[in-house]
Nanobody
Framework: QVHLVESGGGLVQPGGSLRLSCVIS????????VNWYRRAPGKQRELVAS???????NYADSVLGRFTISRDNAADPVYLRMNNLKSEDTGLYLC????????????WGQGTQVTVSS
């Protein structure tokens, strides 16, 4: 079992920055990849950024160059640094962890709201 808790969201003006945190507990060494998703009203859930257990990262085209996913080691929180925020970045940001070798198991946090508005 894996437990995830997100924090760091809030209201920010366009062009501003936020850093989201995903604190992970439980069977952390069974995790293959940690993802940040976002869900905006009226839109499908979107994969924003990923980091694998070997620290390979991947980003959605819409955030490339503006967002950075990182962590110091497997036991530390996973961060999502968001710079130059735009109104279209508004949404509920959800941390997801995937485990399993042949079957993928998904674990989710409750999310943290990011609102970009002037």
């Amino acid at each position: 079992q894996v437990h995830l808790v997100e924090s760091g969201g809030g209201l920010v003006q366009p062009g501003g920055s936020l850093r989201l945190s995903c604190v992970i507990s439980g069977s952390i060494f069974s995790i293959n990849v940690v993802n940040w998703y976002r869900r905006a009203p009226g839109k499908q859930r979107e994969l924003v950024a990923s980091i694998t257990k070997s620290d390979s990262t991947n980003y959605a085209d819409s955030v490339l160059g503006r967002f950075t996913i990182s962590r110091d080691n497997a036991a530390d929180p996973v961060y999502l640094r968001m710079n130059n925020l735009k109104s279209e970045d508004t949404g509920l940001y959800l941390c997801n962890a995937q485990t399993g070798d042949y079957i993928t198991y998904n674990y989710w946090g409750q999310g943290t709201q990011v609102t970009v508005s002037s």
